[in-house]
């Protein structure tokens, strides 16, 4: 989202028009100017003769020889050919991907500097979409660990790796395929090889080693979706925490007979292996995840403890992606519930209980409310696995038509953690119309979560009172914040 970049674009290309005398760019040209601002997105904003030109791998204070590439939607994309005078805040990058990676846009940005970058993100998308200013804005959270923090990486296949336009003018010999790995930056029908990936694990990076070598030493098949033909499609690592599960989930087009052979053989090695899945993806969309699952070794399920919690999730079911992340976004919901005995509270899009369970523990009552029937039986199941009795799970899409059983009055404190599109307009209606005198609101989309909360604040008598953001992801432009709402 670079909405407030766009904004200042258009006052630019109005103050050019009525002076008449500054030429606009072109594509092709080469420019020098200082980097003004870092958009929400991991974009570099620059301004030049009225427009805006938006770079990666630059970063603020930095003064940037850029090569205009494009125009798009009324802004100007460019490339970066130097830096002139680096930021104080750039550091050396410490992944080898990145010159092809495009996940990591903010490697290269101190860490403390990318977490104070990406509150003033969120502050300002609220301010500027949703007219929206909290009274108290705490200080942004940074996750202790910028490398090694995920517990989940998505991993795709190819029939061959890509490789750039150096190494295929040097002459040498390509590599062969099967390839596994990552997209390059801006190409999603191509995939590099992944040796050396810093986001989730060192571990990781060996069963992405040691898939590739089995794949090439079996001569599978690799997925193409124009041909509907192949087997290979991704291999997905999930890796808890605090209980040393290791999941790997296999997603393939069809139920090969030497799938657990297969599997048998990825685990002699890596041993710390603990589970294997099989997903089965019988569509054309090129989606890591399955229309069903077989397991392959060990249960189909991995564990993590958060809040003194058990909590077991399924081989494909939604998990905050940074368990540290996700006890500090527990915690700042607890502290900002004012949850107590006597209170009832509604949780919509309750997941599998993460915020649900500790929230139950201090309340008189708690429904969650979820579209995912899977995630439904495994909040149920998690809060059986730890002796919770006052919650009830209903599966149901919030925005579904007709009346539902949690429209009703009574409601303490409401909890929202929805999708990145965020609310749906029925849902937002129906949110409103339930009058809760709190509400927070836990995103993963600053700026659809400031549309909602102008729309909350200004149809549902709202204040904002407290905002914090969370930085989850180092090194990426992803973000994650919770907002108090309250009722005048």
Not at 46 to 68: N, S, Y
Not at 74 to 99: K, M, T, W, Y
Not at 176 to 186: E, F, I, Q, S
Request: charged letters at 25%.
């Amino acid at each position: 989202m670079l909405y407030h970049a766009c904004v200042c674009l258009e006052q630019g290309k109005a103050n050019s028009d009525r002076q008449g005398r500054i030429p606009a760019p072109r594509p092709g040209e080469e420019i020098e100017g200082r980097i003004e601002d870092l958009a929400y997105g991991g974009w570099a904003v620059l301004r030049h003769a009225g427009w805006v030109v938006l770079i990666r791998g630059a970063f603020p204070g930095e003064l940037v020889r850029v090569g205009l590439r494009r125009k798009r939607k009324g802004r100007f994309e460019g490339v970066l050919l130097e830096v002139l005078e680096p930021s104080p805040d750039r550091i050396p990058p410490a992944c080898p991907h990145l010159p092809v990676c495009g996940g990591c846009a903010l490697q290269g940005l101190a860490h403390q500097a990318q977490a104070r970058w990406k509150g003033n993100q969120a502050v300002e998308l609220l301010r500027r979409i949703g007219a929206v200013t909290p009274r108290a804005v705490l200080p942004v959270w940074q996750s202790p660990f910028p490398w090694f923090y995920r517990n989940k990486m998505e991993f795709t296949f190819s029939r061959r790796p890509w490789v750039t336009r150096e190494v295929l003018d040097s002459g040498a010999p390509l590599p062969t395929g099967p390839a596994l790995g990552l997209h390059p930056r801006g190409r999603f029908d191509a995939v590099f090889d992944v040796t050396d990936c810093r986001l989730q694990s060192p571990l990781s990076n060996r069963i992405v080693a040691a898939m590739r070598t089995i794949a090439k030493r079996r001569n599978l098949s690799v997925y193409d979706s124009r041909e509907d033909a192949g087997l290979l499609r991704h291999l997905v690592i999930r890796q808890a925490a605090t209980s040393g599960d290791l999941l790997v989930i296999l997603v393939v087009r069809s139920e090969h007979p030497d799938l657990a052979e297969i599997a048998a053989e990825l685990q002699q090695a890596v041993p710390e292996i603990t589970t294997v899945v099989a997903s089965i993806n019988l569509r054309r969309a090129t989606v890591a995840q399955g229309d069903y699952e077989i397991p392959l070794i060990g249960p189909p399920f991995w564990r993590e403890t958060l809040a003194g919690l058990q909590f077991q999730i399924g081989a494909s079911s939604f998990f905050q992606t940074q368990a540290l992340g996700a006890e500090a976004l527990i915690e700042q919901v607890l502290d900002w519930s004012g949850a107590a005995p006597g209170q009832r509270i509604l949780d919509l899009y309750c997941g599998a209980g993460t915020f649900s369970l500790p929230l139950a523990q201090r309340c008189t009552e708690l429904w969650g409310v979820e579209a995912v029937a899977g995630a439904v039986r495994e909040a149920q199941e998690n809060a059986r696995r730890n002796g919770i009795d006052n919650v009830r799970f209903l599966c149901a899409p919030v925005e579904e038509r007709g009346p539902q059983p949690w429209e009703r009055a009574g409601w303490d404190l409401l909890l929202i953690d929805p999708p990145r599109s965020g609310l749906h307009p029925r849902a937002r209606r129906r949110i409103i119309a339930l009058a809760v005198p709190r509400l927070l609101y836990v995103s993963c989309n600053p700026a659809t979560l400031a549309r909602d909360a102008g729309e909350l604040i200004a149809e549902g008598g709202y204040r904002a009172e407290r905002l914090r953001v969370f930085d989850l992801f180092p090194q990426t432009p992803h973000l994650e914040s919770v907002l108090l709402l309250e009722r005048e």
